[in-house]
Protein backbone atom coordinates (compact mmCIF):
# COMPACT_ATOMS: atom_id res chain seq x y z
CA UNK A 1 0.00 0.00 0.00
CA UNK A 2 1.69 3.37 -0.98
CA UNK A 3 1.83 6.28 2.00
CA UNK A 4 -0.93 8.92 1.52
CA UNK A 5 -0.32 11.93 -0.19
CA UNK A 6 -0.91 15.13 1.81
CA UNK A 7 -3.23 15.97 -0.59
CA UNK A 8 -5.24 12.65 0.50
CA UNK A 9 -4.94 13.72 3.87
CA UNK A 10 -5.93 16.89 3.55
CA UNK A 11 -9.34 15.80 1.75
CA UNK A 12 -9.99 13.05 4.59
CA UNK A 13 -9.16 15.50 7.13
CA UNK A 14 -8.09 12.90 9.46
CA UNK A 15 -4.97 13.33 11.13
CA UNK A 16 -5.26 9.78 12.77
CA UNK A 17 -6.16 7.72 9.31
CA UNK A 18 -2.93 9.69 8.36
CA UNK A 19 -0.68 8.60 11.13
CA UNK A 20 -2.00 4.74 11.07
CA UNK A 21 -1.41 4.85 7.30
CA UNK A 22 2.32 5.70 7.40
CA UNK A 23 2.70 3.58 9.92
CA UNK A 24 3.14 5.48 12.88
CA UNK A 25 1.72 4.67 16.16
CA UNK A 26 0.49 7.33 18.70
CA UNK A 27 1.16 6.13 22.20
CA UNK A 28 -1.88 8.29 22.91
CA UNK A 29 -4.34 6.41 20.92
CA UNK A 30 -6.47 8.54 18.46
CA UNK A 31 -9.03 9.60 20.61
CA UNK A 32 -6.68 11.49 22.21
CA UNK A 33 -6.31 13.54 19.50
CA UNK A 34 -10.53 13.44 19.42
CA UNK A 35 -11.12 14.58 22.98
CA UNK A 36 -8.02 17.59 23.61
CA UNK A 37 -9.41 21.03 23.50
CA UNK A 38 -9.43 23.38 20.38
CA UNK A 39 -6.08 24.64 19.58
CA UNK A 40 -6.00 28.06 19.16
CA UNK A 41 -2.22 28.87 19.23
CA UNK A 42 1.03 27.36 18.46
CA UNK A 43 4.06 28.66 19.58
CA UNK A 44 6.89 27.18 17.41
CA UNK A 45 10.61 26.81 19.26
CA UNK A 46 13.47 26.30 17.71
CA UNK A 47 17.20 26.19 18.68
CA UNK A 48 19.32 26.13 15.72
CA UNK A 49 21.97 23.91 15.34
CA UNK A 50 21.56 22.43 18.83
CA UNK A 51 23.18 18.73 18.56
CA UNK A 52 22.16 16.68 22.04
CA UNK A 53 25.73 17.66 23.71
CA UNK A 54 24.52 21.21 23.99
CA UNK A 55 21.09 20.28 25.60
CA UNK A 56 22.69 18.54 27.97
CA UNK A 57 25.96 20.82 28.75
CA UNK A 58 23.60 23.66 28.80
CA UNK A 59 21.47 21.64 31.46
CA UNK A 60 24.42 20.27 33.29
CA UNK A 61 25.94 23.60 33.38
CA UNK A 62 22.89 24.92 35.28
CA UNK A 63 22.65 22.43 37.64
CA UNK A 64 25.97 22.98 38.54
CA UNK A 65 26.07 26.88 39.00
CA UNK A 66 22.77 27.47 39.12
CA UNK A 67 21.59 24.38 41.43
CA UNK A 68 18.54 24.08 38.67
CA UNK A 69 18.10 22.13 35.76
CA UNK A 70 17.12 23.30 32.67
CA UNK A 71 13.70 24.36 31.65
CA UNK A 72 13.69 21.72 28.72
CA UNK A 73 15.25 18.87 30.94
CA UNK A 74 13.06 20.01 33.86
CA UNK A 75 9.61 19.32 31.85
CA UNK A 76 10.64 16.71 30.34
CA UNK A 77 10.89 15.49 34.22
CA UNK A 78 7.99 16.46 34.97
CA UNK A 79 6.44 14.67 32.54
CA UNK A 80 5.06 17.72 31.29
CA UNK A 81 6.10 17.75 27.44
CA UNK A 82 5.74 14.90 25.28
CA UNK A 83 9.43 13.59 23.45
CA UNK A 84 10.35 12.36 19.87
CA UNK A 85 12.82 12.03 17.65
CA UNK A 86 12.75 13.76 14.70
CA UNK A 87 14.38 13.09 11.01
CA UNK A 88 15.62 16.36 9.26
CA UNK A 89 16.58 15.30 6.04
CA UNK A 90 15.73 17.81 3.02
CA UNK A 91 14.66 16.56 -0.64
CA UNK A 92 18.18 16.91 -1.99
CA UNK A 93 20.77 15.93 1.56
CA UNK A 94 20.75 13.56 4.17
CA UNK A 95 22.13 16.76 6.51
CA UNK A 96 19.77 19.94 5.84
CA UNK A 97 20.49 23.46 6.07
CA UNK A 98 18.14 25.65 8.04
CA UNK A 99 16.11 27.02 4.98
CA UNK A 100 14.94 22.99 3.96
CA UNK A 101 14.68 22.32 8.04
CA UNK A 102 12.14 25.46 8.48
CA UNK A 103 10.77 25.23 5.22
CA UNK A 104 10.02 21.70 5.77
CA UNK A 105 7.50 22.47 8.95
CA UNK A 106 6.89 25.85 7.24
CA UNK A 107 5.50 24.70 4.34
CA UNK A 108 5.45 20.88 4.55
CA UNK A 109 7.73 19.83 2.07
CA UNK A 110 11.03 18.88 1.77
CA UNK A 111 12.76 21.12 -0.45
CA UNK A 112 16.39 21.57 -1.39
CA UNK A 113 19.11 22.62 0.68
CA UNK A 114 18.89 26.82 0.51
CA UNK A 115 15.69 26.59 -0.94
CA UNK A 116 12.43 28.64 1.12
CA UNK A 117 8.89 26.83 -0.02
CA UNK A 118 9.99 26.40 -3.10
CA UNK A 119 9.82 22.32 -4.24
CA UNK A 120 12.44 21.08 -6.68
CA UNK A 121 9.61 21.10 -9.26
CA UNK A 122 8.97 24.94 -8.89
CA UNK A 123 6.03 24.61 -6.70
CA UNK A 124 5.60 27.47 -4.28
CA UNK A 125 3.88 25.82 -0.92
CA UNK A 126 1.75 28.21 0.86
CA UNK A 127 3.75 28.52 4.73
CA UNK A 128 2.52 28.89 7.92
CA UNK A 129 2.55 32.70 8.42
CA UNK A 130 0.18 33.30 5.68
CA UNK A 131 -2.12 30.09 6.16
CA UNK A 132 -2.57 31.37 9.69
CA UNK A 133 -3.47 34.77 8.44
CA UNK A 134 -5.89 33.69 6.03
CA UNK A 135 -7.60 31.93 8.80
CA UNK A 136 -8.14 34.99 10.51
CA UNK A 137 -5.09 34.35 13.56
CA UNK A 138 -2.40 36.88 14.23
CA UNK A 139 1.18 36.12 13.26
CA UNK A 140 4.94 36.66 14.41
CA UNK A 141 8.42 35.85 14.58
CA UNK A 142 10.98 36.58 16.86
CA UNK A 143 15.05 35.22 17.03
CA UNK A 144 18.03 36.31 17.80
CA UNK A 145 19.90 36.48 13.98
CA UNK A 146 18.61 38.65 11.23
CA UNK A 147 14.70 38.66 11.02
CA UNK A 148 15.14 37.64 7.40
CA UNK A 149 17.22 34.44 8.38
CA UNK A 150 16.43 31.02 6.99
CA UNK A 151 14.42 29.86 10.21
CA UNK A 152 12.09 32.79 10.69
CA UNK A 153 11.81 33.18 6.37
CA UNK A 154 10.82 29.10 6.19
CA UNK A 155 7.64 29.62 7.70
CA UNK A 156 6.85 33.46 5.80
CA UNK A 157 8.15 33.03 2.16
CA UNK A 158 8.64 31.54 -1.94
CA UNK A 159 12.30 32.45 -2.39
CA UNK A 160 14.74 30.41 -3.99
CA UNK A 161 17.53 31.11 -2.08
CA UNK A 162 17.62 32.08 2.01
CA UNK A 163 20.40 34.78 0.48
CA UNK A 164 17.71 36.92 -0.66
CA UNK A 165 17.52 38.88 2.34
CA UNK A 166 16.25 41.73 0.58
CA UNK A 167 13.59 40.13 -0.93
CA UNK A 168 12.22 37.83 2.46
CA UNK A 169 12.05 41.31 4.40
CA UNK A 170 9.56 42.72 1.22
CA UNK A 171 8.09 39.50 1.52
CA UNK A 172 7.27 40.35 5.30
CA UNK A 173 5.76 43.34 4.37
CA UNK A 174 3.33 41.80 1.73
CA UNK A 175 2.50 39.26 4.04
CA UNK A 176 1.80 41.37 6.75
CA UNK A 177 3.53 39.85 9.52
CA UNK A 178 2.14 41.12 12.70
CA UNK A 179 5.26 40.96 15.18
CA UNK A 180 8.59 40.85 13.72
CA UNK A 181 11.71 41.11 16.32
CA UNK A 182 15.18 40.72 15.54
CA UNK A 183 18.42 41.71 13.72
CA UNK A 184 19.20 42.52 10.42
CA UNK A 185 18.63 46.37 9.37
CA UNK A 186 21.01 45.98 6.09
CA UNK A 187 17.41 44.60 4.67
CA UNK A 188 15.77 47.56 5.51
CA UNK A 189 17.22 50.08 5.47
CA UNK A 190 17.11 52.00 2.00
CA UNK A 191 21.01 53.48 2.53
CA UNK A 192 21.88 49.28 2.69
CA UNK A 193 19.44 47.75 0.29
CA UNK A 194 20.81 47.37 -3.53
CA UNK A 195 17.34 48.62 -4.71
CA UNK A 196 17.31 51.92 -1.85
CA UNK A 197 13.76 50.98 -1.38
CA UNK A 198 12.71 52.31 2.50
CA UNK A 199 11.38 49.39 3.36
CA UNK A 200 10.74 51.14 7.59
CA UNK A 201 8.46 53.95 6.11
CA UNK A 202 6.56 51.56 4.34
CA UNK A 203 5.90 49.46 7.01
CA UNK A 204 5.28 52.69 9.03
CA UNK A 205 2.94 53.68 6.80
CA UNK A 206 1.34 50.37 6.70
CA UNK A 207 0.43 51.16 10.92
CA UNK A 208 3.63 49.03 12.16
CA UNK A 209 5.56 50.33 14.98
CA UNK A 210 8.70 50.46 14.29
CA UNK A 211 12.16 49.91 17.26
CA UNK A 212 15.25 49.87 16.56
CA UNK A 213 16.56 49.83 20.39
CA UNK A 214 15.06 47.86 23.40
CA UNK A 215 13.41 51.24 24.59
CA UNK A 216 11.32 52.08 21.57
CA UNK A 217 10.30 48.37 21.67
CA UNK A 218 8.52 48.65 25.23
CA UNK A 219 7.36 52.20 24.16
CA UNK A 220 5.11 50.42 21.34
CA UNK A 221 4.71 46.70 22.67
CA UNK A 222 0.55 46.84 22.51
CA UNK A 223 0.64 48.10 19.01
CA UNK A 224 -1.08 45.19 16.90
CA UNK A 225 2.05 45.75 14.39
CA UNK A 226 5.38 46.12 15.35
CA UNK A 227 8.68 45.71 13.47
CA UNK A 228 11.37 45.47 15.87
CA UNK A 229 15.18 45.58 13.97
CA UNK A 230 18.32 46.24 16.63
CA UNK A 231 21.20 45.42 14.59
CA UNK A 232 22.25 45.64 11.58
CA UNK A 233 23.18 42.44 10.81
CA UNK A 234 22.39 39.20 13.68
CA UNK A 235 22.09 40.10 17.63
CA UNK A 236 24.79 39.44 19.98
CA UNK A 237 26.05 36.10 21.30
CA UNK A 238 24.13 36.03 24.49
CA UNK A 239 27.63 35.90 26.63
CA UNK A 240 29.00 38.91 24.60
CA UNK A 241 25.73 40.58 25.41
CA UNK A 242 25.50 40.20 29.00
CA UNK A 243 29.31 41.73 29.19
CA UNK A 244 28.09 45.08 27.63
CA UNK A 245 26.10 47.49 29.32
CA UNK A 246 25.35 49.08 26.35
CA UNK A 247 24.48 46.35 24.49
CA UNK A 248 22.16 45.49 27.47
CA UNK A 249 20.85 48.80 27.47
CA UNK A 250 19.44 48.65 24.10
CA UNK A 251 19.16 45.17 23.14
CA UNK A 252 16.29 43.16 24.47
CA UNK A 253 17.17 39.33 25.09
CA UNK A 254 15.31 36.57 23.22
CA UNK A 255 13.23 35.76 26.26
CA UNK A 256 12.34 39.40 26.44
CA UNK A 257 11.20 39.57 22.91
CA UNK A 258 9.19 36.41 23.30
CA UNK A 259 7.49 37.71 26.22
CA UNK A 260 6.59 40.97 24.22
CA UNK A 261 4.90 38.86 21.32
CA UNK A 262 3.06 36.20 23.31
CA UNK A 263 1.36 39.24 25.32
CA UNK A 264 1.20 41.38 21.52
CA UNK A 265 -0.11 38.42 19.96
CA UNK A 266 -2.63 36.82 22.59
CA UNK A 267 -4.91 40.04 22.38
CA UNK A 268 -6.46 38.13 19.51
CA UNK A 269 -9.30 35.83 20.45
CA UNK A 270 -8.77 34.43 17.18
CA UNK A 271 -5.00 32.52 18.32
CA UNK A 272 -1.84 33.12 16.33
CA UNK A 273 1.10 31.91 15.36
CA UNK A 274 4.31 32.35 16.69
CA UNK A 275 8.05 31.12 15.70
CA UNK A 276 10.54 31.67 18.24
CA UNK A 277 14.15 31.01 17.36
CA UNK A 278 17.66 30.69 19.11
CA UNK A 279 19.46 31.45 16.27
CA UNK A 280 22.94 31.95 17.28
CA UNK A 281 23.45 28.61 19.06
CA UNK A 282 23.88 27.26 15.46
CA UNK A 283 26.78 29.88 14.31
CA UNK A 284 28.48 29.40 18.12
CA UNK A 285 28.47 25.68 16.77
CA UNK A 286 30.00 26.45 12.93
CA UNK A 287 32.74 28.16 14.70
CA UNK A 288 33.43 25.74 17.91
CA UNK A 289 32.56 28.84 20.46
CA UNK A 290 31.69 26.54 23.61
CA UNK A 291 30.97 30.24 25.53
CA UNK A 292 28.63 31.02 22.81
CA UNK A 293 26.78 27.89 22.80
CA UNK A 294 26.42 27.28 25.97
CA UNK A 295 24.80 30.80 26.90
CA UNK A 296 22.64 31.05 23.57
CA UNK A 297 21.36 27.85 24.58
CA UNK A 298 20.43 28.67 28.09
CA UNK A 299 18.76 32.21 26.36
CA UNK A 300 16.69 30.03 24.49
CA UNK A 301 16.19 27.82 27.39
CA UNK A 302 14.75 31.26 29.02
CA UNK A 303 12.29 31.80 26.26
CA UNK A 304 10.84 28.18 26.85
CA UNK A 305 9.98 29.35 30.35
CA UNK A 306 8.31 32.53 29.03
CA UNK A 307 6.51 30.32 26.81
CA UNK A 308 5.26 27.78 28.89
CA UNK A 309 4.20 30.17 31.42
CA UNK A 310 1.92 31.00 28.99
CA UNK A 311 0.00 27.40 27.76
CA UNK A 312 0.77 25.59 30.92
CA UNK A 313 -2.57 26.90 32.35
CA UNK A 314 -4.26 26.56 29.12
CA UNK A 315 -5.62 23.98 27.01
CA UNK A 316 -5.57 25.78 23.69
CA UNK A 317 -1.73 26.43 22.96
CA UNK A 318 0.27 24.01 21.32
CA UNK A 319 4.10 24.43 22.11
CA UNK A 320 6.84 22.84 20.01
CA UNK A 321 10.06 22.88 21.26
CA UNK A 322 12.96 21.82 18.90
CA UNK A 323 15.59 22.16 16.39
CA UNK A 324 16.45 21.89 12.95
CA UNK A 325 19.71 19.90 12.74
CA UNK A 326 23.01 19.45 14.99
CA UNK A 327 25.69 21.40 14.85
CA UNK A 328 30.02 20.13 15.56
CA UNK A 329 28.40 17.46 17.90
CA UNK A 330 30.05 19.05 20.79
CA UNK A 331 30.85 17.06 24.14
CA UNK A 332 32.39 17.05 27.09
CA UNK A 333 35.04 14.48 27.49
CA UNK A 334 35.85 12.88 30.19
CA UNK A 335 37.63 14.71 32.60
CA UNK A 336 37.60 16.28 36.40
CA UNK A 337 34.48 18.10 36.78
CA UNK A 338 36.28 21.77 37.22
CA UNK A 339 36.94 21.78 33.32
CA UNK A 340 33.26 22.02 32.19
CA UNK A 341 32.89 24.55 35.60
CA UNK A 342 35.75 26.80 34.37
CA UNK A 343 33.13 27.40 31.33
CA UNK A 344 31.37 29.66 34.45
CA UNK A 345 34.60 32.29 34.71
CA UNK A 346 34.15 32.89 30.84
CA UNK A 347 33.66 37.01 30.12
CA UNK A 348 33.28 36.97 25.98
CA UNK A 349 32.78 34.08 22.98
CA UNK A 350 35.64 32.28 21.70
CA UNK A 351 34.01 34.97 18.34
CA UNK A 352 35.21 37.79 20.44
CA UNK A 353 38.53 36.56 21.12
CA UNK A 354 39.38 35.93 17.52
CA UNK A 355 37.75 39.21 15.97
CA UNK A 356 40.73 41.14 17.71
CA UNK A 357 43.55 38.66 16.23
CA UNK A 358 45.25 38.43 13.11
CA UNK A 359 48.73 37.02 11.32
CA UNK A 360 50.62 39.21 13.06
CA UNK A 361 49.11 39.22 16.59
CA UNK A 362 52.00 38.48 19.07
CA UNK A 363 52.44 35.41 21.33
CA UNK A 364 51.43 37.10 24.64
CA UNK A 365 49.10 39.39 22.83
CA UNK A 366 46.98 35.78 21.66
CA UNK A 367 47.80 34.84 25.52
CA UNK A 368 46.42 37.71 27.23
CA UNK A 369 43.32 37.84 25.14
CA UNK A 370 42.33 34.56 25.67
CA UNK A 371 43.28 34.61 29.26
CA UNK A 372 40.87 38.25 29.39
CA UNK A 373 37.82 36.27 27.84
CA UNK A 374 38.01 32.86 29.22
CA UNK A 375 40.39 32.51 32.03
CA UNK A 376 42.60 30.29 30.16
CA UNK A 377 46.32 31.01 30.18
CA UNK A 378 47.13 29.32 27.04
CA UNK A 379 50.98 27.76 26.65
CA UNK A 380 53.54 28.85 24.22
CA UNK A 381 52.72 26.47 22.12
CA UNK A 382 49.31 26.45 22.00
CA UNK A 383 49.06 30.10 21.41
CA UNK A 384 51.46 29.15 18.26
CA UNK A 385 49.45 26.81 17.05
CA UNK A 386 46.69 29.75 16.83
CA UNK A 387 48.70 31.53 15.15
CA UNK A 388 49.35 29.16 12.46
CA UNK A 389 45.82 28.86 12.12
CA UNK A 390 45.79 32.89 11.50
CA UNK A 391 48.09 32.58 8.48
CA UNK A 392 46.37 29.44 6.73
CA UNK A 393 49.60 27.57 7.88
CA UNK A 394 48.05 24.83 10.70
CA UNK A 395 47.23 21.44 9.61
CA UNK A 396 44.90 18.85 11.19
CA UNK A 397 44.20 15.55 10.63
CA UNK A 398 40.49 16.24 9.18
CA UNK A 399 40.79 19.24 7.05
CA UNK A 400 37.57 21.10 8.40
CA UNK A 401 39.52 21.37 11.34
CA UNK A 402 42.34 24.17 9.78
CA UNK A 403 40.11 27.28 10.19
CA UNK A 404 41.13 29.97 13.17
CA UNK A 405 37.94 28.81 14.72
CA UNK A 406 38.54 25.10 14.98
CA UNK A 407 41.95 25.31 15.97
CA UNK A 408 40.94 27.97 19.06
CA UNK A 409 37.63 25.41 19.81
CA UNK A 410 39.84 22.74 20.24
CA UNK A 411 42.74 24.69 22.23
CA UNK A 412 39.82 26.16 24.37
CA UNK A 413 39.17 22.37 24.40
CA UNK A 414 42.44 21.16 25.90
CA UNK A 415 41.24 23.54 29.03
CA UNK A 416 37.50 23.10 29.42
CA UNK A 417 37.17 19.46 27.70
CA UNK A 418 34.55 20.31 25.43
CA UNK A 419 35.62 19.17 21.80
CA UNK A 420 33.73 19.22 18.47
CA UNK A 421 33.11 17.02 15.12
CA UNK A 422 34.08 19.54 12.91
CA UNK A 423 32.41 23.18 11.66
CA UNK A 424 29.35 21.68 9.85
CA UNK A 425 25.56 20.58 10.31
CA UNK A 426 25.39 16.73 11.48
CA UNK A 427 22.26 14.25 10.28
CA UNK A 428 21.65 13.44 13.60
CA UNK A 429 18.00 12.74 14.40
CA UNK A 430 17.26 15.58 16.57
CA UNK A 431 15.16 16.18 19.69
CA UNK A 432 11.25 17.17 19.57
CA UNK A 433 9.33 18.50 22.53
CA UNK A 434 5.88 19.26 22.43
CA UNK A 435 2.67 20.58 24.66
CA UNK A 436 -0.50 20.95 24.34
CA UNK A 437 -3.35 20.24 22.32
CA UNK A 438 -2.28 18.68 18.50
CA UNK A 439 1.01 17.18 20.92
CA UNK A 440 -0.44 13.85 21.20
CA UNK A 441 0.97 13.07 17.48
CA UNK A 442 4.42 14.29 18.06
CA UNK A 443 5.51 10.49 20.09
CA UNK A 444 8.17 8.18 19.17
CA UNK A 445 9.89 8.86 15.59
CA UNK A 446 8.54 11.57 13.10
CA UNK A 447 9.94 12.54 10.01
CA UNK A 448 10.08 16.79 10.02
CA UNK A 449 7.22 17.67 6.98
CA UNK A 450 4.57 15.74 9.88
CA UNK A 451 4.71 18.72 11.96
CA UNK A 452 3.02 20.96 9.46
CA UNK A 453 0.36 18.74 8.83
CA UNK A 454 -0.29 18.54 13.07
CA UNK A 455 -0.25 22.00 13.01
CA UNK A 456 -2.66 23.06 10.12
CA UNK A 457 -4.82 19.79 10.95
CA UNK A 458 -4.86 20.85 15.23
CA UNK A 459 -5.21 24.55 14.76
CA UNK A 460 -8.30 23.79 12.01
CA UNK A 461 -6.51 25.94 9.14
CA UNK A 462 -6.70 23.30 6.55
CA UNK A 463 -8.48 24.88 4.51
CA UNK A 464 -6.44 27.79 3.62
CA UNK A 465 -3.44 25.31 2.29
CA UNK A 466 -2.47 26.22 -1.12
CA UNK A 467 0.59 24.68 -3.24
CA UNK A 468 0.24 25.70 -6.65
CA UNK A 469 1.03 29.14 -6.95
CA UNK A 470 3.01 31.74 -4.67
CA UNK A 471 0.51 34.10 -2.18
CA UNK A 472 0.79 37.29 -1.87
ZN1 LIG B 1 24.08 26.58 10.31
Not at 340 to 369: H, K, P, Y
Request: charged fraction near 20%; proline fraction near 2%; include cysteine.
Amino acid sequence: MSQPTRRDFLKTGALSTFLLGSGIALAGGCSAIQNRGKTRNVIFMVSDGMSAGTLQMADTYLRRKEGRPSNWIRLLEENALRRGLMDMASADRIVTDSAAASASWGGGHRVNNGSLNIGPDGTHHKPLLPIFRDAGKRTGLVTTTEITHATPAGFTVNVESRGMGEEIAAQYYDRKVDILLGGGNQHFDAERRSDELDLYSDFQTAGYHVAKTKSELLTGAQESHILGVFTNGHLPYTLDHLNSDELLTTIPTLAEMTDLAINNLSQSSNGFILQVEGGRVDHAAHSNDVGGLIFDQIAFDDAIAVAMEFAANRDDTLVIITTDHGNANPGHNSSPDEYFDSIADFRQTANWVRRGLNADSSISEIQERVEYATGYKFSREEAEMYRLAERGEFRAAYSRMNSTSAVMGQLLANHCHVNWVGGSHTADYVELASFGPGSEALNGFVKNTQLFDVITEAAEVSEYISDEEAVA
